[in-house]
């Protein structure tokens, strides 16, 4: 079964094709534009994800060798993001269906993400802990099946990607900031500023607000012109504050490996790129003698495979969709269940 899965929520413009799992092509362009505005214009974003579309879509057939006509499943991601990001790449995935009388699933973007460690070679095995980590969400999962996701916790406040982003921008590192401090904290002290670590009510949320806040109480505190560093600071605050959320995120990982039996650990989002995260989630899942599947970084990030994947393998299970559905997310029903 030939699937094109269509991603186009925030700031990447993605088209891939798989064929029964396989990846024929993952087309991803980056709307690199946005960094002169400090963060994602929303009116920008769809605009270029609109003149970007058609002629993706051309190059994912090419790199697969196929044709429109042997397009047999039609996915798009159905939110959550910008909704007039996402309206350019679902509409245009209804359109394509409806046109090539295939039918269409729409996808749950962080559903994506959390099966995206089904695209490597060596996949998990449920039971998953999965730790989704991105831009906008910050959740601790268990996933029996395809089907089936209960939620441990989530963020009470800013997601991680989120806390990466705006500690950059006080830094004056500007967006996306994940890369950026992680680049700058290679070169910093991690153990110079002990920033804090929040203790939430439910044992599995996160919190990273007061952590950012303690970044600008920092800031204000040593410096004249907090909106100044001098540059030779910035590496150890970076190392500090990158310490401080991995070991936040570690640390109820680590928690929930002792109450739950998982035969398998999967960290997936934007976040799942940075490196001292990925190095002490190993080391975890070696303490444990657990399998850890994080994805390439191709697939971390937001990417078409993901969502292409999932709408397949929704498919498979039975469920359909009529070309007036827009809800998300699309197993509302079925997954997340407490
Ligand atoms: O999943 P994603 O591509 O988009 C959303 O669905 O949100 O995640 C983007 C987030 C951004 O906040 C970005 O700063 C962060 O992922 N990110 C990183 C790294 N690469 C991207 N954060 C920390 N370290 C990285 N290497
Ligand atoms: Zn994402």
Redesign the pocket.
Known sequence: MNVIGIES??D?TSVAIISDEKIKANLISSQDFHVKYGGVVPELSSRAHLQIMIPLVKKALDKSKLELKDIDLVCASAGP?LIGALLVGLTFGKGLAFSLNKPFVPVD?IEG?IFSGFLMDEKPEFPILCLV?????TLLLIVEDDLKIKKLGTTIDD????A??KV?KMLGLGY????K??ELGAEGNPDKIDFPIAQCKNEFDFSFSGLKTAVLRYLQANYENYKQIPPKDIPDIAASF?KAVVTALIKKVEIALKKYEVKSISMV???A???V?RSKLSELSAKHKIRLVIPDLEY???NAAMIALRGYKIFKAGKRFGLDYNAYPCLKDDAFTE
């Open positions: 929520s925030c990447e993001g973007h993400h980590v991105s831009g906008g969400h997601a991680a990607g989120e990466f982003d950059s996306p900031g994940g890369v401090i992680q990158q989002g934007g976040v790129a940075n490196k995260l971390c990030g937001d």
